[in-house]
């Protein structure tokens, strides 16, 4: 039986290809009236977390599977592993805007996230997050300044649990390609089913690390320009070390959460008893 060449797992990202732009460009319509009708933005409840929806979890994702396949992207047809599962819902959380209600980006991240655009273009704009913060939420100017320290915090705290399943993933899937190169198997899709769904899982990994640098990227900004509309010095330590703890983690999640990867003379920044009340800053140096 012959097999055709799969795509990298590693690879990151796709071509379009110019013959299937008009039947993409039907397909894309088509999503642009029904996300439309439903504001684009993935439905949240209770601490904001997804909502069930059927043009979400449905008429989307079938619509953004046949997407992919036209720009040459690998799709599995495979159900999820339970690992699987989670790595999506934890990824969720650290893609979507930081301010939820931000519909521009949340329509950018919902496109992505059902495969209609690139993963890679899932894009959150850096601005509008300064523009929410500036919104008549807020009354007092260093409300502001604890919001984005707020935010980076919770971000940061997120990063270990989602790498702990990322990592439990790659094993699995490492596992899976094992077994792929040493087992001969009857049919041609589950060979290719097997090597799409590790390039998934890789991709998922990768632009929750994307996601994260945008935000901080967001932060920095908003909180520049909060230097100059409101200035409020007594805030100012605390935002920045908020924000170098994330970028700390944002390494992690941007080596695919192997720390095997990182600088040892950088390692992720730990929490600090400052905030969280037990010790969990780096070490003294050892004489």
């Keep these: ?43 949240t409840g209770d601490f904001d977390r997804a909502r069930p929806s059927v043009i979400h979890d449905k008429f989307m994702p079938a619509t953004g ?10 799709v599995s047809k495979f159900n999820y592993t339970n690992d699987e599962k989670l790595l999506r819902d934890r990824g969720w959380t650290l893609i979507r805007p930081p301010w939820t209600k931000d519909w521009i980006g949340g329509t950018m991240v919902e496109l992505a996230r059902t495969r209609v655009l690139p993963e890679t273009e899932g894009r959150v704009p850096v601005d509008l997050y300064y523009l929410y913060l500036r919104s008549d939420k807020f009354k007092s100017s260093d409300a502001r300044y604890d919001k984005i320290a707020s935010d980076a915090t919770g971000d940061a705290d997120l990063v270990l649990p989602f790498c702990e399943v990322a990592l439990r993933v790659r094993k699995a899937d490492d596992e899976r390609l094992r077994v792929l190169d040493t087992k001969q198997l009857t049919t041609e899709e589950m060979y290719e089913g097997a090597k799409a769904r590790v ?32 200035p409020s010095q007594d805030r100012l330590w605390k935002v ?48």
């Design 1 to 43: 039986m012959g097999r055709r060449q799969a795509k990298n797992p590693d690879s990151f990202g796709s071509r379009w290809k110019t013959a299937d732009i008009k039947r993409f460009m039907a397909l894309a319509c088509g999503v642009t009236i029904a996300a439309g009708l439903s504001a684009c933005v993935r439905p």
């Design 199 to 230: 390039w998934e899982n890789r991709v998922m990994t990768k632009w929750v690390g994307q996601a994260l640098r945008f935000r901080i990227t967001a932060y920095k900004k908003a909180l520049d320009s909060l230097e100059v509309e409101t």
């Design 65 to 74: 599977e046949q997407a992919a396949r036209l720009r040459g992207d690998p």
């Design 240 to 287: 920045n070390q908020a924000i170098r703890q994330l970028e700390g983690q944002v390494q992690l999640a941007e080596a695919g959460c192997d720390s095997s990867g990182l600088s040892a003379a950088d390692p992720p920044v730990r929490r600090s008893r400052i905030f969280k009340s037990w010790g969990t800053e780096r070490p003294p140096v050892q004489k």
